[in-house]
């Protein structure tokens, strides 16, 4: 088949792009680390309560260890359960201090949810019978918003929490 | 090779026609849910008579991806062949047939969603359920469209009997190109719906394998904006040379564009799925990498359209660097729409491959960014060029002609949806890049800065959401004009030629065994392990819930 010279110059240049910008990507995905949220943890999405984690007292967030922290959350229609702090009362704001790494783990009692930290690479979605879980560092101040995003019914923009780094 | 073009007998004209009037009265139900989104989503505006947002959000993408698009097409390839290969009486029964079956499976559908009980959007997501007619509807509109597959790979068949030894026409081989793709494509879907939703949502089982509907759904799903792009193509490659009075640049390369189409839109689902939780991390990167290979027929494309457009200006005496580039026929609105249509994919495919780039997908995910992406490519390119199409099909089939003052209308349509669209989809990319999410009813969450500019964004989408509806009404006025009011005559069916000297093309290219085995044989490598997997490691499966969309 004939390519005019300068077509076979174009699709060299941009298959060569190509294969560069691949490169990179798994580079940064099998060397770094960088893969998206992938656990392959499974759980019975009636009795998520088997798994430590989405016990009731043991929900929101745990200091681990100094500056590592993890968040369990158990996601339904139409909340993100937190747990609850010391009075007793519902919690809809983590707070971490800034450089904090953050663990947040998080199910769901009944359909497919999303589990966004709006202005964060935490970005996973949340399904039935699965753990998502994904770790980063909080290296900005501010107060990021929590939201489902995922449609998960009519009450769906009325799920949302708030993340503060301080 | 003989491009001689076949006359479109009365009955074949109704039929062309009757895929085209869904069409446009798709366009205008679907726009206007669309302009409705926008205005809640401004938080200035409220649904009168309790409509839920995610009822018209549902009506807004079923009726436009899925109605609007398939009936189009499926009408143009239909005309598509029946200009080059020809269509037998039988065939055009069976070809009614399949309109008929999309029909009753469409009006299923949409009386379902507009009562309230199939709330559950354009991809519906397990365990949502929703109405059992509604997976029914689903149903029939595929198993339509595989009839009128079957028709086409019928239609082309006995053509190549009755005229052995010759190469398919261009347009006939592009059509059955796509209409393989899509039977391929839809099996998944297919399955999904016909083994998993309906008789869970009969309650003859209990639960369903959600992972393995979405990795079904999607098998199908990234294909079928494939399904929407190839007949875009098709007018491009073999098309607009025609409209702007020039040849075809290469036929074998627009044949290989194709394939390599073919073979590389289907094994490429789970770049939709990157941020689910049960897919291992390296079989989503190898999908990646076979998304990314659609980007070589794309260059290839964007190559030889560019190319014709410099060789017929040249060739028309026009010098210079750009000279030829002036000279476009750009008052002509057969070639402006889809023009516009092409310059918007340069930075919807842009957009796209950050989409499909594994762990950068996480910033956008599910943002209104994914949004703003599609209402580049299908909602401009695809859209536009239909529109381009439309504007020579529908007097052709009607026996009327495109006034110059329809063509300044198009032309006046065409400006309107650039500049809406620029706004709507410019806005959306920015909101997503700050975190705002897609499908979500106006909301202000918790308050702050964040949302705040979330809002601020939505303002804009609501202007240009705005625009576009103007834009809207004024192609279903320019349609009803050509379909019964534009005056009487014969407008031209644009088919471009090959150039007298140019090469043949090789036999191979023809060879379906081929193409079509190595498309499956790369779909079984993509999917084979990891659908194991899916089933092998599945946790138990999920009841239904009909209660989170509305329904008691």
Known sequence: MHFHKYEKIWLIFGSGSLIVFLMVLGFAAFWKGTHPQSHIETIDPQNIEAHEAFQAENLGLHEVEDGKYIVNIVASAFNYDLGKDENGDIVKTIRVPKGSSVLFQITTRDVVHGFQVAGTNVNMMVEPGHISRFETVLKNNGEFTIVCNEYCGIGHHLMFGTVEVY | ?552
């Open chain 2, 1 to 552: 090779m003989s491009t001689k073009q076949l006359t479109f007998s009365k009955q074949e004209s109704t039929l062309y026609m009757v895929f085209m009037h869904v069409t446009f009265v798709s366009l205008l139900i679907g726009g206007l849910m669309g302009l409705l989104q926008t205005l809640v989503r401004s938080g200035k505006y409220t649904l009168p008579f309790n409509i839920d947002y995610y009822t018209i959000l549902t009506v807004h993408g079923v009726i436009l991806g899925l109605v609007l698009t398939t009936f189009f097409i499926i009408g143009f390839q239909f005309s598509l062949l029946g200009k080059t290969v020809g269509i037998s009486k039988k065939q055009l029964r069976a070809a009614w047939l399949s309109f008929w079956v999309m029909l009753v499976g469409t009006v299923m559908a949409a009386i379902t969603i507009l009562i309230g009980e199939a709330s559950v959007l354009f991809t519906f997501y397990a365990p949502l359920q929703a109405h059992p007619a509604f997976y029914f509807g689903l149903a029939f509109v595929i198993i339509g469209s595989w009839i009128a597959a079957i028709t086409n790979f019928r239609q082309l068949y006995v053509w190549k009997k009755a005229n052995k030894g010759q190469k398919s026409p261009l347009l006939a081989f592009m059509v059955t190109i796509n209409m393989a793709m899509w039977v391929i494509a839809s099996l998944g879907v297919a399955t999904a719906v016909l083994i998993q939703f309906i008789p869970w949502s009969l309650g003859y089982a209990e639960t369903i394998n959600v992972l393995l509907t979405r990795t079904l759904f999607w098998y199908f799903g990234h294909p079928l904006v494939y399904f929407w792009l190839l007949p875009a193509y098709m007018a491009w490659y073999a098309i607009i040379p025609k409209i702007i009075g020039g040849k075809l640049f290469s036929d074998s390369l627009a044949r290989l564009a194709f394939i390599l189409l073919l073979m590389f839109s289907i094994p490429v689902g789970f770049h939709h799925q990157l941020t689910e939780p049960g897919i291992d991390p390296t079989w989503k990167f190898i999908q990646v990498v076979l998304t990314f290979m659609v980007i070589i027929p794309s260059l290839m494309t964007a190559f030889s359209i560019f190319a014709t457009f410099e060789i017929t200006g040249r060739r028309k005496g026009y010098r210079g660097v750009f000279g030829w580039f002036r000279k476009l026929p750009w008052k002509d609105v057969r070639f402006l729409a889809p023009f516009i249509g092409m310059l918007a994919f340069i930075p919807g495919g842009a957009g796209g491959i950050i989409n499909a780039s594994h762990q950068m997908n996480s910033l956008i995910h599910n943002t209104i960014w994914v949004t703003g992406h599609f209402h580049l490519t299908a909602a401009t390119t695809v859209i536009l060029t239909f529109f381009g199409i439309a504007y020579w099909l529908i007097p052709h089939l009607t026996g009327r002609t495109l006034t110059a003052k329809l063509n300044r209308l198009g032309i006046l349509q065409t400006i309107i949806w650039t500049v809406g669209m620029t706004i709507m989809s410019t806005s959306m990319h920015i909101q997503g890049l700050l975190g705002g999410p897609r499908r979500s009813n106006f909301s202000e969450y918790a308050g702050g800065e964040q949302v705040a500019t979330w809002i601020n964004y939505q303002l804009a989408q609501a202007i240009g959401g705005s625009i576009l509806f103007i834009g809207i009404i004024l192609m279903v006025y320019i349609f009803i004009q050509l379909a019964f009011f534009a005056p009487r005559g014969h407008e031209e069916y644009p088919i471009a030629e090959e150039e007298s000297d140019a090469l043949p093309t090789p036999k191979v290219l023809e060879n379906w065994y081929l193409w079509v085995g190595l498309t499956i044989a790369l779909i079984l490598f993509a999917y084979t392990i990891p659908v194991i997997d899916i089933i092998k490691h599945s946790p138990p499966g999920s009841v239904p819930f009909s209660w989170p969309i509305g329904r008691s």
